[in-house]
């Protein structure tokens, strides 16, 4: 680099040099702020009219999901009431059969603790009801030795037998004749004929209606 001897330093021509490229690198800084402030106006103007234009369409699609939620709030009510309105039948319909069961159960336990002269009279009316002149009975374990005597004892004498073995069953009698098996036990009864005895016992109890009684 050039050096002025007299004046200790660099001459005046490098120095105005160095002087105007200084200059010139501030005008280009001060023309590259300028165009980046024009650049950030310009984003700040298009990131604006991009929000505007998103805060649109989200208001848009918020408002469209609002209807549509709204709409979907209501089915899901709808759907959540019939659940609710099952539920309930459900239930209702369950403490019905409930009912019916436990009224029954008890009807059943009453008949089993009739007096056996009453339980003996009964199935030789049963029997003869069947218009049976003749057959072999066969009763449960728990009534077998308290009735025999007194069920063949009510029917004709010596048209009727008792079963060598005692039935699996928990009331009532089988009479078997000509191939023929009438099964008259409270267990049978009871398993074919529930529906129709629940329905008796909730018409008795007020509580009658379509499709209660039935099994769910």
């Keep these: 680099m050039p050096f002025d ?4 330093g660099l001459e005046k021509g490098s120095a105005g040099k160095v002087e105007g490229i200084d200059r ?16 950030l106006a310009e984003t700040e ?3 604006d009219q991009e929000l ?21 709030a209501e089915l899901i009510i709808k759907r959540g009431q019939g659940i609710a309105d099952a539920l309930k039948r459900r239930q209702a319909l369950e403490h019905r059969q409930a009912l019916a069961d436990r009224v029954i159960r008890s009807a059943l336990e009453l008949l089993a603790q009739r007096p ?3 339980k003996a009279e009964l199935y030789a009316s049963w029997i003869r009801g069947l218009g049976l002149d003749q057959g072999v009975i066969t009763l449960a ?13 009510a029917l004709p004498e010596g048209r009727f037998s008792l079963s060598d073995q005692a039935g699996d069953f928990s009331g009532g009698l089988i009479v ?3 191939r023929i098996r009438d099964n008259l036990t409270y267990d049978m009864v009871v398993r074919d004929y529930r529906p129709q005895l629940a329905r008796a016992v909730l018409t008795q109890l ?3 209606g379509e499709g209660e009684g039935q099994d769910g």
């Design 206 to 208: 007020g509580l009658d």
């Design 5 to 8: 001897p007299a004046s200790g």
């Design 45 to 47: 103007t298009a990131i």
């Design 116 to 118: 056996a002269s009453d």
């Design 52 to 72: 505007a234009r998103a805060g649109q369409e989200c208001e848009h699609i918020l408002s469209q999901a609002g209807q549509e939620a709204e709409q979907e």
């Design 176 to 178: 078997t004749h000509d």
């Design 141 to 153: 374990a728990s009534e077998r030795d308290q009735l025999a005597d007194q069920i063949l004892k």
């Design 24 to 39: 010139i690198k501030r005008h280009i800084l001060a023309e590259a702020e300028a165009e980046v402030a024009a650049i």
